[in-house]
């Protein structure tokens, strides 16, 4: 194996090394498919901005079919800094959450660290969930119009939406895209997404999930 791929699948194996081992441990399982299509443009010399929309298709034991419609506005400090924020929302079986974030990023090389913290709002919930979102990316190219992207990213809830609720790791997430450029402005995606949640009184949940997307520059 190269350097290169070791780099890439690393994501993947620490999300497999924290699952649960063993018949007494072993996690629910489930697959999934999300569609991500993404708008993209810049509003002045180092500003940019995306609309994304991102249709997933999940059983009714994860929650039911799920839209999300994310807004972001990015700003670039530096070369190497870029502080944004935005908001989304998103509907569901049981009703609809809007979210709020805001996020700096820090790059380098092929390396990049973002970290994201978002106010959760929901129909049912007792108050305003926050969420910490930390991920490490990396990208690769393989051709000249083709790359792959590694990332590992974890979930931490600081404030639960549950009155009396404890703070908590919520997920960990590793996934794997390859990019095709198939125009000047035009990039097609395919991904593996591997979630991995946590849970207290019953079996942590293994999510497997197909990425297809395609995202238009303007």
């Not at 910490?132 to 939406?161: D, H, K, N, P, V």
Request: hydrophobic share 45%.
């Amino acid at each position: 194996m190269s350097r290169t791929t070791g780099f890439a699948l690393l994501p993947v194996a620490l999300v497999l090394a924290a699952a649960p081992v063993g018949p007494a441990h072993a996690a629910q399982e489930d697959t999934q498919f999300w569609t991500i299509l993404t708008l993209e443009g810049a509003l002045a010399e180092d500003v940019s901005a995306s609309l994304e929309l991102n249709p997933r298709l999940r059983s009714g034991k994860v929650g039911g079919e799920l839209v999300q419609m994310r807004v972001s506005v990015d700003y670039r400090l530096t070369p190497s800094i870029a502080v944004g924020g935005g908001a989304l929302y998103s509907e569901f079986s049981d009703g609809h959450e809007f979210r709020p974030h805001q996020q700096v990023t820090f790059s380098t090389g092929r390396f990049s660290f973002r970290t994201r913290l978002a106010e959760r709002f929901f129909d049912d919930a007792d108050r305003m969930e926050i969420r910490l979102r930390q991920r490490i990316q990396a990208i690769f190219a393989l051709a000249e119009r083709t790359s792959m992207a590694a990332s590992g990213e974890g979930y931490f809830i600081l404030r639960s939406r549950r009155a009396g609720g404890a703070a908590q790791v919520d997920q960990w997430r590793a996934n794997l895209t390859l990019r095709q450029k198939v125009g000047s402005d035009v990039t097609g995606t395919l991904g593996y997404l591997l979630i991995l949640a946590p849970m207290k009184s019953q079996p942590d949940r293994l999510s497997h999930v197909a990425q297809i997307g395609l995202s238009l520059r303007l």
